[in-house]
């Protein structure tokens, strides 16, 4: 657990140097699947389905807000739709416009939510999103999820009846609107869909907001639960075959998500939990203070053992110089050594000075024949 906790401090830490950068690059992500899943379903219009409008699209997307994103999305989604038919681009401008007018001009920071729901129903894995809009979302996420459902099943119904959307004429034109809107808005799939993405959305976050201990477990597990209870009542009661075995791999890989989620931004240790409880003149206030795990992420110190020296080239004849020089010196060491062996009696230790003066004394002795 301490190496999980040493990983996310320096996740985190990563994350908070390079966020810039980090987002720029999810964003672009994030703008290449919108663009790729509108052309590989209804890319009716060759010019801006090919694979350099759609990254190219994609990276100017990157340096700007998300709302140009869903501009843009919402932009191309039209210009196919006008490629294919007038119906579908009547009814599908109907649908953003009645969007736009009820929600997303008001909350514009939401709306790339819509974008994401129909990139988890492509990718097979809806009920992901509710679990992680409940948990670090608010309420309101729960409407561009309802959105995005619509968008996605829209999209669906264009791709697999584009045949019967084509036209000319005034009354082909009529029948064919009519038939778009009521196959879309009659489609029982989908509302049993929406019913059960946007409670579970506001039971997880209802519950993930409760001072409970572990309310985030508690939360993701009856999301989980809600799911698939929505979806089985769905199928049973309007029999539109929904395939179980996909429901529960999804909703493990929900469960899977929301412990992550709980571990990156919710790690409490609930044993150390305090209650306290005080006033003022007007109200009384009960606290309850439940301490954050963190642990301090050990600094790597890096210590040179051994540092190359720089070596130098130096040539025989001055080796063979310092190597007699240092024979001269010994040489006159050792006769010094001689020298004042045979001159000092043994035992008496003497000055230079005295040294000089007995040696005087003995050579005139010598000469003169004193004793």
């Not at 119906?87 to 939510?113: C, E, H, Q």
């Not at 729960?142 to 697999?160: D, E, F, Q």
């Not at 919710?266 to 795990?293: G, L, N, S």
């Not at 025989?316 to 010994?330: L, M, P, R, W």
């Amino acid at each position: 657990m301490s190496t999980l906790l040493v990983y996310k401090e320096q996740l985190q830490a990563l994350y908070a140097k390079y966020a810039q950068y980090i987002n720029k690059v999810l964003q672009f992500i994030l703008a290449l699947l919108v663009f790729g899943l509108i052309n590989s379903n209804i890319g009716y219009m060759k010019l801006v389905s090919s694979a350099i409008a759609t990254i190219g699209l994609s990276v100017i997307c990157a340096f700007l807000p998300l709302i140009v994103l869903v501009v843009l999305a919402s932009a191309l989604i039209l210009v196919q739709m006008f490629s294919l038919s007038l119906a579908a681009l009547a009814v599908t401008g109907l649908v953003f416009f009645i969007m736009y007018v009820f929600y997303f001009r008001f909350t514009p920071d939401k709306a790339w939510i819509v974008l994401l729901t129909p990139i988890a129903f492509a990718l097979k894995i809806p009920y992901v999103i509710p679990i992680a809009l409940g948990l670090v979302g608010t309420p309101v996420c729960a409407v561009p999820v309802a959105c995005g459902t619509i968008v996605y099943y829209m999209l669906h119904y264009v791709k697999t009846s584009s045949a019967t959307l084509k036209g000319s004429g005034a009354a082909s034109m009529i029948a064919n609107i009519t038939t778009f809107a009521k196959q879309l808005f009659q489609n029982k799939e989908m509302w049993v869909m929406t019913a059960a993405l946007v409670l579970s959305l506001v039971v997880v976050n209802f519950i993930r907001t409760k001072s409970a201990d572990h309310s985030w477990r508690i939360a993701v597990g009856a999301g989980v639960i809600l799911n698939i209870v929505i979806v089985v009542i769905g199928d049973v009661t309007f029999n539109i075959h929904i395939a179980y075995l996909p429901l529960i791999l999804t909703n493990i890989l929900a469960v899977g998500v929301g412990l992550a989620m709980e571990f990156l931004f919710f790690t409490v240790d609930y044993t150390r939990t305090e209650r306290m409880q005080f006033e003022d003149d007007e109200y009384y206030y009960y606290v309850k203070a439940v301490p954050k795990i963190t642990i301090s992420v050990p600094e790597k110190t890096v210590k040179k053992i051994n540092e190359r020296q720089n070596t130098e080239t130096i040539d025989a004849a001055d080796i063979k110089k310092v190597v007699e020089k240092q024979k001269q010196n010994t040489s006159n060491i050792e006769r010094k050594k001689t020298v004042s062996k045979n001159a000092i009696p043994k035992g008496k230790i003497t000055t230079h000075d005295e040294t000089d003066k007995e040696l005087l004394e003995r050579s005139l002795k010598k000469d003169l024949g004193l004793k």
